[in-house]
Antibody, heavy 121, light 107 residues
Framework: QVQVVQSGAEVKKPGSSVKVSCKAS????????ISWVRQAPGQGLEWMGG????????NYAQKFQGRVTITADESTSTVYMELSSLRSEDTAVYYC??????????????WGQGTLVTVSS | EIVLTQSPDTLSLSPGERATLYCRAS???????LAWYQQKPGQAPRLLIY???SRATDIPDRFSGSGSGTDFTLTIRRLEPEDFAVYYC?????????FGQGTKLEI
């Protein structure tokens, strides 16, 4: 059974950066897309970007281009999402989730437990 | 970018009734690359349907999906108390892999 486990909650100052980790266990890692999806308080789901480790470069939503960096460490089956120039509107739960099939951005299953990032002065 | 619009925003029903949720895409979604998720408060989303009509593992058969092109439907027949939640559709045809704004199913 594949599990996706994320790092813990973070509190950050405006203008700083946050780096959230996502470790996949119990299944193949490198050939599955890992996506990052965020959810602001009381709001819907927003796809930020993702990476298929075996293929290399990440794929970002234009809204986050230049502010988000997604990387993968195949040796530890861990994907990282770093968001810079944080502002209060970035306060959200950040989910990582694995694609359902190898080699493409398919449906998403399973999901991590979510990481709350709070941006506050 | 493919914009997904879900309707209605809120659906008020009772246990035992049938729920029909809609998801309309701003352009055709190829190969029926559309998924539905259920989310309960404080929980991560849960995959219900992929490929527009295939049920995910362990999803009861009272959940069904249909549609193609730009119009998709999630139907829940005989609502159970645990089905009251927020439902999202997502397209995975073109990046960015967008979500609809959600439909809240309430008692």
């Amino acid at each position: 059974q594949v599990q996706v486990v994320q790092s813990g909650a973070e509190v950050k100052k405006p203008g700083s950066s946050v780096k959230v980790s996502c470790k996949a266990s119990g299944g193949s890692f490198s050939s599955y897309a890992i996506s990052w999806v965020r959810q602001a308080p009381g709001q819907g789901l927003e796809w930020m970007g993702g990476i298929i480790p075996i293929f290399g470069p990440a794929n970002y939503a234009q809204k986050f281009q230049g502010r988000v960096t997604i990387t993968a460490d195949e040796s530890t089956s861990t994907v990282y999402m770093e968001l810079s120039s944080l502002r209060s509107e970035d306060t959200a739960v950040y989910y990582c989730a694995r694609a359902g099939v190898r080699g493409s951005y398919s449906w998403i299953d399973p999901w991590g437990q979510g990481t709350l990032v709070t941006v506050s002065s | 970018e493919i914009v997904l619009t879900q309707s209605p925003d809120t659906l008020s029903l009772s246990p035992g009734e049938r729920a029909t949720l809609y998801c309309r895409a701003s352009q055709s979604v190829s190969y029926r690359y559309l998924a539905w998720y259920q989310q309960k408060p404080g929980q991560a989303p849960r995959l219900l349907i992929y490929g527009a009509s295939s049920r995910a593992t362990d999803i009861p058969d009272r959940f069904s999906g249909s549609g193609s092109g730009t119009d998709f439907t999630l139907t829940i027949r005989r609502l159970e108390p645990e089905d009251f939640a927020v439902y999202y559709c997502q397209q995975y045809d073109n990046s960015p892999y967008t979500f609809g704004q959600g439909t809240k199913l309430e008692i």
